[in-house]
């Protein structure tokens, strides 16, 4: 059974870190791409940023770049969002998806975890 668990979320003040972790089982995890994806109350879901585990290449949104980091831990087959000098903006339930390439921005498996809360305070 596919499974990708996030943790990590939480309520931080304007200017603060915290950092996402997505716990993956139940695939190989070296054959997809793993993706941070995020959703706001009344908004779209939308994708945050990828990791290629074919080359460990990533791409972020531009309203992250130079705040956000994506990494992966292969031997814990867990991927990592750091994420530093947090707004009020970021604030969102956050998921990660297993993707056939940083390409998609739906999982493989068709369906979404339970997400983690971000919640940012002005």
């Known amino acids: 059974e596919v499974q990708l668990v996030e943790s990590g979320g939480g309520l931080v003040q304007a200017g603060g870190s915290l950092r996402l972790s997505c716990t993956t089982s139940?695939?190989?995890?070296?054959?997809?791409?793993i993706g941070w994806f995020r959703q706001a109350p009344g908004k779209e879901r939308e994708g945050v940023s990828c990791i290629s585990r074919s080359d460990n290449s990533t791409v972020y949104i531009d309203s992250v770049k130079g705040r956000f980091t994506i990494s992966s831990d292969n031997a814990k087959n867990t991927v990592y969002l750091q994420m530093n000098g947090l707004k009020p903006e970021d604030t969102a339930v956050y998921y990660c998806?297993?993707?056939?390439?940083?390409?998609?921005?739906?999982?493989?498996?068709?369906?979404w975890g339970q997400g983690t809360q971000v919640t940012v305070s002005s």
């Open positions: 998806a297993a993707l056939f390439t940083c390409y998609y921005t739906k999982p493989f498996y068709g369906s």
């Open positions: 139940g695939f190989s995890f070296d054959d997809y791409a």
